[in-house]
Protein backbone atom coordinates (compact mmCIF):
# COMPACT_ATOMS: atom_id res chain seq x y z
CA UNK A 1 0.00 0.00 0.00
CA UNK A 2 2.60 2.18 1.02
CA UNK A 3 4.39 1.32 -2.46
CA UNK A 4 1.59 1.78 -4.52
CA UNK A 5 1.26 5.61 -2.90
CA UNK A 6 4.26 6.53 -3.60
CA UNK A 7 4.27 5.13 -6.75
CA UNK A 8 1.17 6.83 -7.87
CA UNK A 9 2.48 10.49 -6.30
CA UNK A 10 5.54 10.08 -8.08
CA UNK A 11 3.29 9.71 -11.10
CA UNK A 12 1.69 12.77 -10.71
CA UNK A 13 4.49 14.47 -9.94
CA UNK A 14 5.69 12.93 -13.33
CA UNK A 15 3.07 13.96 -15.40
CA UNK A 16 3.02 17.43 -14.59
CA UNK A 17 6.92 18.01 -15.09
CA UNK A 18 6.79 15.60 -18.22
CA UNK A 19 3.37 18.24 -19.44
CA UNK A 20 6.38 21.03 -19.25
CA UNK A 21 8.89 18.92 -21.26
CA UNK A 22 5.95 18.20 -23.59
CA UNK A 23 5.56 21.48 -24.30
CA UNK A 24 9.12 22.53 -25.34
CA UNK A 25 9.51 19.23 -27.25
CA UNK A 26 6.47 20.64 -29.40
CA UNK A 27 8.37 23.18 -30.48
CA UNK A 28 11.82 21.39 -30.98
CA UNK A 29 9.29 18.98 -32.90
CA UNK A 30 7.97 21.60 -35.56
CA UNK A 31 10.95 23.02 -36.31
CA UNK A 32 12.93 20.19 -36.66
CA UNK A 33 10.10 18.51 -39.13
CA UNK A 34 10.23 22.37 -41.47
CA UNK A 35 13.72 22.91 -41.31
CA UNK A 36 15.76 20.04 -39.68
CA UNK A 37 17.26 22.18 -36.82
CA UNK A 38 17.81 20.96 -34.12
CA UNK A 39 17.22 24.26 -32.30
CA UNK A 40 19.84 24.23 -29.33
CA UNK A 41 18.35 27.55 -28.33
CA UNK A 42 14.71 26.79 -28.29
CA UNK A 43 15.51 26.00 -23.88
CA UNK A 44 17.12 29.35 -24.25
CA UNK A 45 13.83 30.87 -25.51
CA UNK A 46 12.19 28.92 -22.82
CA UNK A 47 14.29 30.82 -19.89
CA UNK A 48 13.63 34.15 -21.83
CA UNK A 49 9.83 32.83 -21.65
CA UNK A 50 10.26 32.44 -17.66
CA UNK A 51 12.02 35.53 -17.22
CA UNK A 52 9.23 37.63 -18.96
CA UNK A 53 6.54 35.65 -17.17
CA UNK A 54 8.93 36.90 -13.87
CA UNK A 55 8.84 40.12 -14.79
CA UNK A 56 5.18 40.60 -15.87
CA UNK A 57 4.26 39.74 -12.43
CA UNK A 58 6.54 40.84 -10.26
CA UNK A 59 6.90 44.48 -12.13
CA UNK A 60 3.55 44.86 -13.66
CA UNK A 61 1.59 43.15 -10.61
CA UNK A 62 -0.14 41.45 -13.50
CA UNK A 63 -1.77 38.04 -11.83
CA UNK A 64 -0.56 34.35 -13.81
CA UNK A 65 -3.38 33.80 -16.77
CA UNK A 66 -2.29 37.63 -18.21
CA UNK A 67 1.75 37.30 -17.43
CA UNK A 68 1.62 34.40 -19.20
CA UNK A 69 0.19 35.24 -22.01
CA UNK A 70 2.40 38.13 -22.96
CA UNK A 71 4.97 35.83 -21.98
CA UNK A 72 4.10 33.90 -24.91
CA UNK A 73 3.28 37.04 -27.35
CA UNK A 74 7.29 38.18 -26.52
CA UNK A 75 8.82 35.22 -26.62
CA UNK A 76 7.03 34.53 -29.93
CA UNK A 77 8.40 37.23 -31.25
CA UNK A 78 11.66 37.06 -30.09
CA UNK A 79 11.49 33.61 -32.03
CA UNK A 80 11.08 35.03 -35.07
CA UNK A 81 13.30 37.12 -34.70
CA UNK A 82 15.83 34.83 -34.23
CA UNK A 83 14.91 32.84 -36.78
CA UNK A 84 15.27 35.59 -38.91
CA UNK A 85 18.45 36.67 -38.25
CA UNK A 86 20.47 33.36 -37.12
CA UNK A 87 19.17 30.78 -39.14
CA UNK A 88 17.57 32.39 -42.52
CA UNK A 89 20.74 33.40 -44.09
CA UNK A 90 21.47 29.99 -43.42
CA UNK A 91 18.81 28.01 -44.85
CA UNK A 92 20.96 26.38 -47.91
CA UNK A 93 24.17 25.99 -45.90
CA UNK A 94 25.13 22.51 -44.64
CA UNK A 95 22.99 21.57 -41.13
CA UNK A 96 26.27 21.18 -39.13
CA UNK A 97 26.91 25.08 -40.03
CA UNK A 98 23.48 25.73 -39.04
CA UNK A 99 23.54 23.31 -35.39
CA UNK A 100 27.07 25.51 -34.62
CA UNK A 101 24.52 28.63 -35.49
CA UNK A 102 22.35 27.54 -33.14
CA UNK A 103 24.57 26.41 -30.14
CA UNK A 104 26.05 30.10 -31.02
CA UNK A 105 22.47 31.47 -30.25
CA UNK A 106 22.23 29.81 -27.72
CA UNK A 107 25.04 30.74 -25.51
CA UNK A 108 24.22 34.20 -26.82
CA UNK A 109 20.89 34.39 -25.23
CA UNK A 110 22.22 32.74 -22.16
CA UNK A 111 24.72 35.41 -21.31
CA UNK A 112 23.25 38.47 -22.44
CA UNK A 113 20.38 37.14 -20.46
CA UNK A 114 22.84 36.75 -17.38
CA UNK A 115 24.53 40.29 -18.12
CA UNK A 116 20.97 41.88 -17.87
CA UNK A 117 18.97 39.95 -15.44
CA UNK A 118 22.28 38.78 -13.03
CA UNK A 119 23.49 35.25 -12.57
CA UNK A 120 21.60 34.76 -9.24
CA UNK A 121 18.59 32.59 -9.12
CA UNK A 122 15.21 34.30 -8.63
CA UNK A 123 12.39 33.45 -6.24
CA UNK A 124 9.02 33.40 -8.50
CA UNK A 125 6.30 35.16 -6.64
CA UNK A 126 3.65 32.86 -5.31
CA UNK A 127 0.87 33.87 -8.15
CA UNK A 128 -1.74 31.64 -6.34
CA UNK A 129 -2.67 30.53 -2.57
CA UNK A 130 -1.56 27.00 -1.52
CA UNK A 131 -4.36 24.75 -2.32
CA UNK A 132 -4.16 21.18 -2.54
CA UNK A 133 -6.59 18.67 -3.46
CA UNK A 134 -6.83 15.15 -2.04
CA UNK A 135 -8.12 12.44 -4.37
CA UNK A 136 -8.18 9.31 -1.99
CA UNK A 137 -4.51 9.29 -0.84
CA UNK A 138 -3.38 10.93 -3.38
CA UNK A 139 -2.38 14.87 -3.36
CA UNK A 140 -2.52 16.93 -6.32
CA UNK A 141 -1.49 21.03 -5.55
CA UNK A 142 -2.87 23.94 -7.08
CA UNK A 143 0.74 24.58 -8.69
CA UNK A 144 -0.19 21.13 -10.57
CA UNK A 145 -4.04 21.66 -11.67
CA UNK A 146 -2.88 25.01 -13.48
CA UNK A 147 -0.10 23.03 -15.26
CA UNK A 148 -2.43 20.79 -16.24
CA UNK A 149 -4.73 22.56 -17.49
CA UNK A 150 -2.94 25.18 -19.35
CA UNK A 151 -0.85 22.40 -20.91
CA UNK A 152 -4.19 21.32 -22.21
CA UNK A 153 -5.71 24.41 -23.40
CA UNK A 154 -2.41 24.87 -24.97
CA UNK A 155 -2.40 21.37 -26.85
CA UNK A 156 -6.03 22.11 -27.81
CA UNK A 157 -5.25 25.58 -29.27
CA UNK A 158 -1.91 23.84 -31.47
CA UNK A 159 -3.95 21.30 -32.70
CA UNK A 160 -6.73 23.58 -34.20
CA UNK A 161 -4.12 25.42 -35.39
CA UNK A 162 -2.44 22.71 -36.84
CA UNK A 163 -5.83 20.31 -38.31
CA UNK A 164 -7.85 23.00 -38.93
CA UNK A 165 -6.76 26.52 -39.91
CA UNK A 166 -4.97 27.48 -43.46
CA UNK A 167 -1.79 28.01 -41.94
CA UNK A 168 -1.48 24.55 -40.37
CA UNK A 169 -2.56 23.26 -43.82
CA UNK A 170 0.62 25.22 -45.01
CA UNK A 171 2.76 23.77 -42.03
CA UNK A 172 1.87 20.53 -42.26
CA UNK A 173 3.00 20.73 -46.26
CA UNK A 174 5.99 22.50 -45.70
CA UNK A 175 7.08 19.72 -43.04
CA UNK A 176 6.26 16.98 -45.63
CA UNK A 177 7.82 18.51 -48.51
CA UNK A 178 9.37 21.94 -48.49
CA UNK A 179 10.07 22.37 -52.18
CA UNK A 180 7.05 20.62 -53.22
CA UNK A 181 5.08 22.97 -50.90
CA UNK A 182 6.94 26.04 -52.62
CA UNK A 183 5.86 24.86 -56.01
CA UNK A 184 2.19 24.81 -54.61
CA UNK A 185 2.37 28.86 -54.21
CA UNK A 186 2.95 28.11 -50.06
CA UNK A 187 5.52 31.13 -48.58
CA UNK A 188 8.03 28.39 -46.92
CA UNK A 189 9.80 31.66 -44.94
CA UNK A 190 6.75 32.95 -43.94
CA UNK A 191 5.57 29.36 -42.94
CA UNK A 192 8.76 28.82 -41.37
CA UNK A 193 8.74 32.34 -39.46
CA UNK A 194 5.26 31.22 -37.55
CA UNK A 195 6.24 28.03 -36.79
CA UNK A 196 9.40 29.54 -34.73
CA UNK A 197 6.55 32.11 -33.09
CA UNK A 198 4.56 29.32 -32.37
CA UNK A 199 7.05 26.84 -30.91
CA UNK A 200 8.65 29.64 -28.67
CA UNK A 201 5.61 31.14 -27.25
CA UNK A 202 4.59 26.87 -26.43
CA UNK A 203 7.58 26.81 -24.59
CA UNK A 204 7.72 30.51 -23.38
CA UNK A 205 4.19 28.87 -21.65
CA UNK A 206 6.55 25.71 -20.38
CA UNK A 207 9.26 28.34 -18.52
CA UNK A 208 6.70 30.49 -16.95
CA UNK A 209 4.53 27.27 -15.74
CA UNK A 210 8.00 26.09 -14.49
CA UNK A 211 8.82 29.50 -12.19
CA UNK A 212 5.48 28.41 -10.98
CA UNK A 213 5.91 25.05 -10.01
CA UNK A 214 9.40 25.14 -8.52
CA UNK A 215 9.19 28.79 -7.63
CA UNK A 216 13.36 29.94 -8.99
CA UNK A 217 14.22 30.74 -12.62
CA UNK A 218 18.05 31.54 -13.49
CA UNK A 219 19.28 32.24 -16.51
CA UNK A 220 21.23 28.92 -16.80
CA UNK A 221 17.99 26.90 -16.31
CA UNK A 222 16.94 26.57 -20.00
CA UNK A 223 19.95 24.26 -20.83
CA UNK A 224 18.88 20.68 -19.19
CA UNK A 225 14.95 21.04 -19.72
CA UNK A 226 15.74 22.16 -23.30
CA UNK A 227 17.79 18.89 -23.82
CA UNK A 228 15.23 16.74 -22.59
CA UNK A 229 13.12 18.35 -24.07
CA UNK A 230 14.73 17.06 -27.21
CA UNK A 231 14.97 13.90 -25.93
CA UNK A 232 10.94 13.90 -25.83
CA UNK A 233 10.93 14.39 -29.07
CA UNK A 234 13.13 11.66 -30.69
CA UNK A 235 11.54 9.11 -28.29
CA UNK A 236 7.68 10.27 -29.66
CA UNK A 237 9.17 10.33 -33.16
CA UNK A 238 10.65 13.79 -34.35
CA UNK A 239 8.39 15.63 -36.68
CA UNK A 240 4.89 13.96 -35.32
CA UNK A 241 3.02 16.72 -32.47
CA UNK A 242 1.55 13.98 -30.35
CA UNK A 243 4.37 11.93 -30.21
CA UNK A 244 6.42 15.00 -28.89
CA UNK A 245 3.44 15.00 -26.32
CA UNK A 246 3.39 11.39 -25.23
CA UNK A 247 7.23 11.52 -25.01
CA UNK A 248 7.46 14.39 -22.84
CA UNK A 249 5.22 12.56 -20.52
CA UNK A 250 6.71 9.59 -20.67
CA UNK A 251 9.99 10.80 -19.98
CA UNK A 252 8.65 13.06 -17.17
CA UNK A 253 7.20 9.93 -15.09
CA UNK A 254 10.52 8.07 -16.29
CA UNK A 255 12.42 10.77 -14.54
CA UNK A 256 9.87 11.19 -11.38
CA UNK A 257 10.12 7.53 -10.23
CA UNK A 258 13.98 7.08 -11.18
CA UNK A 259 14.13 9.90 -8.53
CA UNK A 260 11.71 8.81 -6.31
CA UNK A 261 13.28 5.18 -6.25
CA UNK A 262 16.60 5.60 -6.64
CA UNK A 263 18.42 8.79 -6.65
CA UNK A 264 17.93 12.22 -7.98
CA UNK A 265 21.04 12.53 -9.43
CA UNK A 266 20.50 9.58 -11.75
CA UNK A 267 17.93 11.67 -12.96
CA UNK A 268 19.69 13.63 -15.83
CA UNK A 269 21.47 10.37 -16.78
CA UNK A 270 18.22 8.50 -17.29
CA UNK A 271 16.94 11.05 -19.72
CA UNK A 272 20.61 10.71 -21.99
CA UNK A 273 20.32 6.57 -21.19
CA UNK A 274 16.59 6.56 -23.20
CA UNK A 275 17.52 9.24 -25.89
CA UNK A 276 20.34 6.62 -26.63
CA UNK A 277 18.27 3.17 -26.57
CA UNK A 278 16.28 4.84 -28.53
CA UNK A 279 18.39 6.19 -31.43
CA UNK A 280 20.01 2.54 -31.40
CA UNK A 281 17.20 0.60 -31.52
CA UNK A 282 13.99 2.29 -33.05
CA UNK A 283 15.40 5.61 -34.28
CA UNK A 284 11.96 6.96 -35.58
CA UNK A 285 10.62 7.09 -32.73
CA UNK A 286 7.53 5.23 -30.76
CA UNK A 287 4.91 7.22 -33.57
CA UNK A 288 7.53 7.05 -36.21
CA UNK A 289 6.84 5.00 -39.37
CA UNK A 290 10.32 3.68 -40.66
CA UNK A 291 11.18 5.37 -43.78
CA UNK A 292 13.58 3.91 -46.07
CA UNK A 293 17.07 5.77 -47.04
CA UNK A 294 17.43 6.86 -50.38
CA UNK A 295 20.92 7.78 -52.09
CA UNK B 1 64.96 9.34 -46.90
CA UNK B 2 61.79 10.29 -48.80
CA UNK B 3 60.54 14.22 -48.67
CA UNK B 4 58.11 13.09 -46.36
CA UNK B 5 60.17 12.16 -43.42
CA UNK B 6 62.25 14.80 -44.36
CA UNK B 7 59.27 17.56 -43.89
CA UNK B 8 58.61 15.50 -40.76
CA UNK B 9 62.05 16.14 -39.00
CA UNK B 10 61.77 20.31 -40.12
CA UNK B 11 58.36 20.05 -38.33
CA UNK B 12 60.22 18.50 -34.80
CA UNK B 13 62.76 20.65 -34.98
CA UNK B 14 60.75 23.54 -35.01
CA UNK B 15 58.74 22.34 -32.47
CA UNK B 16 62.57 21.87 -30.28
CA UNK B 17 63.09 25.22 -31.26
CA UNK B 18 59.42 26.54 -30.30
CA UNK B 19 60.02 24.84 -26.92
CA UNK B 20 63.43 25.99 -26.30
CA UNK B 21 62.59 29.91 -26.60
CA UNK B 22 59.39 29.16 -24.72
CA UNK B 23 61.22 27.14 -21.36
CA UNK B 24 63.78 30.58 -22.03
CA UNK B 25 60.94 32.98 -21.22
CA UNK B 26 59.55 30.50 -17.99
CA UNK B 27 63.28 29.87 -16.75
CA UNK B 28 64.13 33.97 -17.69
CA UNK B 29 60.53 34.36 -15.63
CA UNK B 30 59.56 36.66 -18.27
CA UNK B 31 56.53 34.70 -18.69
CA UNK B 32 54.77 34.91 -15.04
CA UNK B 33 53.16 32.16 -13.19
CA UNK B 34 49.62 33.05 -14.64
CA UNK B 35 50.61 32.93 -18.45
CA UNK B 36 52.77 29.74 -16.98
CA UNK B 37 49.89 28.50 -15.84
CA UNK B 38 47.84 29.34 -19.12
CA UNK B 39 50.64 27.72 -21.44
CA UNK B 40 49.80 24.41 -19.73
CA UNK B 41 46.03 24.96 -20.68
CA UNK B 42 46.88 25.94 -24.02
CA UNK B 43 48.73 23.04 -24.34
CA UNK B 44 46.26 20.66 -22.94
CA UNK B 45 43.72 22.50 -25.07
CA UNK B 46 45.71 21.78 -28.26
CA UNK B 47 45.68 18.08 -28.13
CA UNK B 48 41.93 18.06 -27.08
CA UNK B 49 41.04 20.18 -30.22
CA UNK B 50 43.26 18.18 -32.42
CA UNK B 51 41.99 14.95 -31.41
CA UNK B 52 38.22 16.35 -31.43
CA UNK B 53 39.30 17.29 -34.80
CA UNK B 54 40.25 13.92 -36.02
CA UNK B 55 36.63 12.94 -35.08
CA UNK B 56 34.56 16.12 -36.24
CA UNK B 57 36.99 17.56 -38.62
CA UNK B 58 39.17 14.44 -40.65
CA UNK B 59 35.96 12.03 -40.13
CA UNK B 60 32.88 14.06 -40.59
CA UNK B 61 31.28 12.81 -37.06
CA UNK B 62 29.88 15.66 -35.02
CA UNK B 63 30.72 14.57 -31.54
CA UNK B 64 29.66 16.65 -28.46
CA UNK B 65 31.14 14.16 -25.56
CA UNK B 66 34.60 14.41 -26.01
CA UNK B 67 35.00 16.38 -22.33
CA UNK B 68 33.63 12.75 -21.24
CA UNK B 69 36.04 11.24 -22.59
CA UNK B 70 38.44 13.91 -21.12
CA UNK B 71 36.86 12.77 -17.44
CA UNK B 72 37.09 9.40 -17.92
CA UNK B 73 41.31 9.82 -18.83
CA UNK B 74 41.94 11.84 -16.18
CA UNK B 75 40.32 9.73 -13.16
CA UNK B 76 41.85 6.62 -14.37
CA UNK B 77 45.15 8.59 -14.30
CA UNK B 78 44.82 10.33 -11.04
CA UNK B 79 43.21 6.92 -9.25
CA UNK B 80 47.11 5.49 -10.62
CA UNK B 81 49.17 8.02 -10.04
CA UNK B 82 47.42 8.96 -6.00
CA UNK B 83 46.30 5.63 -4.56
CA UNK B 84 48.73 3.16 -6.39
CA UNK B 85 52.15 5.68 -6.95
CA UNK B 86 52.53 4.55 -10.35
CA UNK B 87 54.81 6.64 -12.52
CA UNK B 88 53.12 9.66 -14.56
CA UNK B 89 53.80 8.01 -17.98
CA UNK B 90 52.26 4.92 -17.11
CA UNK B 91 49.42 6.73 -15.82
CA UNK B 92 48.84 9.18 -18.67
CA UNK B 93 49.41 6.20 -20.94
CA UNK B 94 46.54 4.27 -19.33
CA UNK B 95 44.24 7.37 -18.89
CA UNK B 96 44.30 7.26 -22.60
CA UNK B 97 44.04 3.69 -23.15
CA UNK B 98 41.01 3.01 -21.28
CA UNK B 99 39.45 6.34 -22.98
CA UNK B 100 40.43 4.91 -26.28
CA UNK B 101 38.62 1.63 -25.26
CA UNK B 102 35.33 3.32 -24.06
CA UNK B 103 35.32 5.27 -27.22
CA UNK B 104 35.78 1.88 -29.22
CA UNK B 105 32.57 0.45 -26.93
CA UNK B 106 30.68 3.94 -27.19
CA UNK B 107 31.43 4.26 -30.77
CA UNK B 108 30.80 1.05 -32.32
CA UNK B 109 26.77 1.45 -31.65
CA UNK B 110 26.32 4.95 -31.83
CA UNK B 111 28.80 6.08 -34.97
CA UNK B 112 25.31 4.28 -37.09
CA UNK B 113 23.52 7.46 -36.12
CA UNK B 114 24.07 10.50 -38.25
CA UNK B 115 24.59 13.92 -38.23
CA UNK B 116 22.66 16.08 -35.77
CA UNK B 117 21.27 12.50 -34.08
CA UNK B 118 25.06 11.58 -33.56
CA UNK B 119 25.85 15.04 -31.95
CA UNK B 120 23.12 14.83 -29.10
CA UNK B 121 23.21 10.93 -28.82
CA UNK B 122 27.22 12.13 -27.84
CA UNK B 123 26.40 14.61 -25.99
CA UNK B 124 24.11 12.26 -23.89
CA UNK B 125 27.25 9.90 -23.77
CA UNK B 126 28.87 12.59 -22.06
CA UNK B 127 26.72 13.66 -19.66
CA UNK B 128 26.12 10.20 -18.61
CA UNK B 129 30.12 9.19 -17.91
CA UNK B 130 30.06 12.88 -15.84
CA UNK B 131 27.37 11.70 -13.66
CA UNK B 132 28.69 8.36 -13.13
CA UNK B 133 31.84 9.55 -12.11
CA UNK B 134 29.82 11.75 -10.26
CA UNK B 135 28.38 8.72 -8.00
CA UNK B 136 31.53 6.37 -7.46
CA UNK B 137 32.34 7.54 -3.79
CA UNK B 138 36.11 6.02 -4.79
CA UNK B 139 36.99 8.74 -6.58
CA UNK B 140 35.27 11.54 -4.51
CA UNK B 141 32.02 11.62 -6.11
CA UNK B 142 30.52 15.18 -6.61
CA UNK B 143 32.76 16.49 -3.78
CA UNK B 144 35.97 15.98 -6.37
CA UNK B 145 38.96 13.91 -6.05
CA UNK B 146 41.63 15.48 -3.28
CA UNK B 147 45.44 15.29 -2.85
CA UNK B 148 46.59 14.83 -6.59
CA UNK B 149 50.37 15.00 -6.81
CA UNK B 150 51.65 18.35 -9.29
CA UNK B 151 53.45 16.80 -11.88
CA UNK B 152 52.19 18.34 -15.27
CA UNK B 153 54.66 20.77 -15.99
CA UNK B 154 55.60 22.55 -19.39
CA UNK B 155 57.83 19.61 -20.62
CA UNK B 156 55.53 16.98 -20.34
CA UNK B 157 52.86 19.10 -22.11
CA UNK B 158 54.82 20.15 -24.57
CA UNK B 159 55.77 16.85 -25.20
CA UNK B 160 52.95 15.07 -25.81
CA UNK B 161 51.47 17.83 -27.47
CA UNK B 162 54.29 17.05 -29.83
CA UNK B 163 53.47 13.32 -29.91
CA UNK B 164 49.38 13.95 -30.36
CA UNK B 165 50.34 16.17 -32.95
CA UNK B 166 53.08 13.73 -34.97
CA UNK B 167 50.72 11.36 -34.68
CA UNK B 168 47.25 12.76 -35.80
CA UNK B 169 49.15 14.35 -38.45
CA UNK B 170 50.46 11.23 -39.86
CA UNK B 171 47.25 9.09 -39.15
CA UNK B 172 45.17 11.64 -41.33
CA UNK B 173 48.41 11.14 -43.96
CA UNK B 174 48.25 7.63 -43.98
CA UNK B 175 45.71 5.57 -46.21
CA UNK B 176 43.60 5.18 -43.10
CA UNK B 177 43.36 8.82 -42.32
CA UNK B 178 42.47 9.21 -46.53
CA UNK B 179 39.50 6.99 -45.59
CA UNK B 180 37.96 8.66 -43.57
CA UNK B 181 38.50 11.68 -45.51
CA UNK B 182 36.98 9.82 -48.15
CA UNK B 183 33.52 9.32 -45.12
CA UNK B 184 33.65 13.35 -44.51
CA UNK B 185 33.51 13.54 -48.01
CA UNK B 186 30.67 11.47 -49.01
CA UNK B 187 29.89 8.06 -46.75
CA UNK B 188 28.04 6.13 -49.15
CA UNK B 189 30.39 6.88 -51.93
CA UNK B 190 33.09 5.85 -49.73
CA UNK B 191 31.15 2.97 -48.90
CA UNK B 192 30.61 1.86 -52.83
CA UNK B 193 34.35 2.59 -52.27
CA UNK B 194 34.84 -0.54 -50.49
CA UNK B 195 35.87 1.16 -47.28
CA UNK B 196 34.81 0.05 -44.54
CA UNK B 197 33.10 2.65 -42.82
CA UNK B 198 32.19 1.49 -39.37
CA UNK B 199 35.71 0.65 -39.03
CA UNK B 200 37.40 3.76 -39.98
CA UNK B 201 34.65 5.97 -38.17
CA UNK B 202 35.11 4.06 -34.69
CA UNK B 203 39.24 3.70 -35.43
CA UNK B 204 38.91 7.68 -35.50
CA UNK B 205 36.82 8.40 -32.89
CA UNK B 206 38.61 5.86 -30.72
CA UNK B 207 42.11 7.06 -31.47
CA UNK B 208 40.31 11.13 -30.62
CA UNK B 209 38.90 9.62 -27.20
CA UNK B 210 42.64 7.94 -26.43
CA UNK B 211 44.46 11.06 -26.84
CA UNK B 212 41.71 13.45 -24.81
CA UNK B 213 42.18 10.68 -21.99
CA UNK B 214 45.77 11.30 -22.03
CA UNK B 215 44.98 15.30 -22.02
CA UNK B 216 42.86 14.51 -19.36
CA UNK B 217 45.32 12.96 -17.20
CA UNK B 218 47.59 16.12 -17.93
CA UNK B 219 45.17 18.55 -16.76
CA UNK B 220 44.11 16.82 -13.48
CA UNK B 221 48.00 16.80 -12.41
CA UNK B 222 48.34 20.49 -12.88
CA UNK B 223 46.13 21.53 -10.16
CA UNK B 224 45.79 19.43 -6.91
CA UNK B 225 42.00 18.65 -7.02
CA UNK B 226 39.94 17.54 -9.92
CA UNK B 227 35.79 17.78 -10.18
CA UNK B 228 33.71 15.96 -12.39
CA UNK B 229 31.65 19.78 -13.17
CA UNK B 230 35.27 20.31 -15.03
CA UNK B 231 33.94 18.09 -17.77
CA UNK B 232 30.42 19.23 -18.37
CA UNK B 233 29.43 19.59 -21.68
CA UNK B 234 29.57 22.84 -21.62
CA UNK B 235 33.85 21.72 -21.96
CA UNK B 236 32.47 19.95 -24.95
CA UNK B 237 31.28 23.05 -26.79
CA UNK B 238 34.43 24.79 -25.81
CA UNK B 239 36.69 22.58 -27.11
CA UNK B 240 34.23 22.30 -30.42
CA UNK B 241 34.54 26.26 -30.58
CA UNK B 242 38.47 25.83 -31.10
CA UNK B 243 37.75 23.35 -33.63
CA UNK B 244 35.51 25.22 -35.51
CA UNK B 245 37.37 28.70 -35.37
CA UNK B 246 40.38 26.77 -36.78
CA UNK B 247 38.75 25.08 -39.49
CA UNK B 248 37.46 21.37 -39.08
CA UNK B 249 39.87 19.48 -40.99
CA UNK B 250 42.97 21.07 -40.47
CA UNK B 251 45.46 20.25 -37.57
CA UNK B 252 47.23 23.96 -37.97
CA UNK B 253 43.57 25.63 -37.38
CA UNK B 254 42.79 23.43 -34.41
CA UNK B 255 46.27 24.32 -32.51
CA UNK B 256 45.13 28.51 -33.87
CA UNK B 257 41.66 27.65 -32.46
CA UNK B 258 43.20 26.57 -29.22
CA UNK B 259 45.47 29.44 -28.96
CA UNK B 260 42.99 31.87 -29.32
CA UNK B 261 40.73 30.61 -27.27
CA UNK B 262 42.61 29.92 -23.98
CA UNK B 263 44.21 33.28 -25.00
CA UNK B 264 40.57 35.17 -24.82
CA UNK B 265 38.96 33.99 -22.07
CA UNK B 266 42.52 33.93 -20.12
CA UNK B 267 42.34 37.60 -20.94
CA UNK B 268 38.56 38.20 -20.46
CA UNK B 269 38.64 36.32 -17.13
CA UNK B 270 37.37 39.00 -15.03
CA UNK B 271 34.61 39.49 -17.34
CA UNK B 272 32.44 35.76 -17.93
CA UNK B 273 29.82 37.18 -19.73
CA UNK B 274 31.53 39.29 -21.75
CA UNK B 275 33.34 35.89 -22.72
CA UNK B 276 30.34 33.86 -23.74
CA UNK B 277 28.52 36.71 -25.42
CA UNK B 278 31.59 37.28 -27.74
CA UNK B 279 32.12 33.48 -28.03
CA UNK B 280 28.77 33.48 -29.18
CA UNK B 281 29.14 36.13 -31.68
CA UNK B 282 32.09 34.87 -32.77
CA UNK B 283 30.59 31.57 -33.48
CA UNK B 284 27.27 33.26 -35.16
CA UNK B 285 28.80 35.67 -37.84
CA UNK B 286 31.80 32.87 -38.45
CA UNK B 287 29.02 30.43 -39.66
CA UNK B 288 27.77 33.25 -41.55
CA UNK B 289 30.99 34.72 -43.57
CA UNK B 290 33.47 31.78 -43.11
CA UNK B 291 31.88 28.43 -42.21
CA UNK B 292 35.33 26.73 -42.95
CA UNK B 293 36.98 28.21 -40.12
CA UNK B 294 39.92 30.56 -40.60
CA UNK B 295 42.41 28.08 -41.80
CA UNK B 296 39.53 25.39 -43.45
CA UNK B 297 41.60 22.50 -44.85
CA UNK B 298 44.77 24.42 -45.14
CA UNK B 299 47.76 23.48 -43.29
CA UNK B 300 50.65 26.29 -42.22
CA UNK B 301 52.81 24.04 -44.96
CA UNK B 302 50.54 24.49 -47.24
CA UNK B 303 51.59 28.38 -47.73
CA UNK B 304 53.55 29.52 -49.99
CA UNK B 305 56.25 30.34 -47.37
CA UNK B 306 56.83 26.67 -46.11
CA UNK B 307 56.43 25.49 -49.82
CA UNK B 308 60.25 26.55 -50.66
CA UNK B 309 61.12 25.09 -47.35
CA UNK B 310 59.61 21.29 -48.73
CA UNK B 311 61.16 21.11 -51.62
CA UNK B 312 61.01 17.76 -53.47
CA UNK B 313 57.04 17.40 -53.93
CA UNK B 314 55.93 19.50 -56.86
Known amino acids: MEFTQQFVQQLINGISLGSIYALIALGYTMIYGIIKLINFAHGDIYMVGAYIGFFAVTQAHLSIVPALLISMVVTGILGMVVEKLAYKPLRHAPRISVLITAIGVSFFLEYTSMYFVSPTPRTFPAVMDNVSFHLGMFVINGQQMLILGITFVLMVLLTYIVQRTKIGKAMRAASFDTETAQLMGIDSDRVISITFGIGSALAAAGGVLVGVYYNSIDPLMGIMPGLKAFVAAVLGGIGILPGAVAGGVILGVIEALVSGFFSSTFRDAAAFAILILVLLFKPSGLFGKNTREKV | ?314
Open chain 2, 1 to 314: MNSIRKHDLLLLALGIVVFAVLQGLISARIIGSFWQLNLLIIGINVIMSVSLNLINGYTGQFSLGHAGFMAVGAYVAVVLTTNFHAPFIAALVAGGLVAAFLGFLIGLPTLRLRGDYLAIATLGLGEIIRIVIMNIDYVGGAAGFKGIPHYTNFTWVFFVMLVTLFVIKNFVNSSHGRACIAIRENEIAAEAMGINTTRYKVMAFAIGAGFAGVAGGLFAHCFYIINPSSFTFMASFNYLIMVVLGGLGSITGSIAGAFVVTFVSAALASWPEFRMIIYALVLIFLMFYRPQGLFGYMEITDFKLFQRFKGGRK
